[in-house]
């Protein structure tokens, strides 16, 4: 896995835990935690993609699913 580079993860969580000890039980699976968004039950970060398993095994995760960045380009810009 040294060669592989760690990829943005979102991680939805249950609500069934509080969510910085789920984030802090991912962080030990191996996710390097780059922001906690209680208020909308998820986590994100970066991880390798072989770890995803590993993730979704975190009791109160309920779901592990790569970051997909969106661009919507700059106020006023044409629409293409």
């Known amino acids: 896995m040294a060669n592989?580079?760690?990829?943005?993860?979102?991680?939805?969580?249950?609500?069934?835990?509080p969510i910085h000890e789920v984030a802090d039980d991912l962080r030990a699976a191996g996710l390097d935690v780059d922001q906690v968004l209680e208020s909308i039950g998820s986590v994100t970060g970066f991880a390798h993609p072989k770890n995803a398993a590993r993730?979704?095994?975190?009791p109160g995760v309920v779901d592990v699913s790569p970051d997909h960045p969106a661009?919507?380009?700059?106020?006023?810009a044409l629409i293409s």
């Open 71 to 76: 661009d919507i380009g700059p106020p006023g």
């Open 55 to 58: 993730l979704r095994g975190v």
């Open 4 to 17: 592989e580079t760690k990829q943005p993860m979102v991680i939805t969580v249950s609500g069934d835990r």
